[in-house]
């Protein structure tokens, strides 16, 4: 399980959600980014996000595809 965490060292005060996806290359695309987390299948802090622009700061937990994401 451990190569399914990730942990994501913040530049700034946070990162975009579907940014995070893009930059990871965990989509494609943005417009892939955008639809996976539109139909439900994305978590954030273990409740599925819907919101795609959701702000992710030091300590939030992301879930996609398999991975965790620990933002730090």
Same mark, same amino acid.
Request: glycine share 4%.
């Given at each position: 399980?451990?190569?399914n965490i990730t ?7 946070? =990162? @975009?959600? =579907? %940014? +995070?996806? !893009?930059? +990871?290359?965990?989509? @494609?695309?943005?417009? @892939?980014? %955008?639809?996976?987390v539109e139909e439900?299948?994305? !978590?954030?802090?273990?409740?599925? @996000?819907?919101? !795609?622009?959701?702000? +992710? ?11 965790? =994401?620990?933002?730090k």
């Amino acid at each position: 399980m451990s190569n399914n965490i990730t942990e994501f060292n913040l530049s700034q005060d946070y =990162i @975009e959600l =579907i %940014k +995070l996806l !893009k930059l +990871l290359n965990l989509v @494609e695309s943005g417009a @892939e980014a %955008k639809i996976v987390v539109e139909e439900g299948l994305v !978590k954030c802090n273990d409740v599925v @996000e819907f919101r !795609k622009r959701k702000k +992710l700061r030091a300590g939030d937990k992301v879930y996609f595809n398999e991975k965790y =994401i620990h933002i730090k």
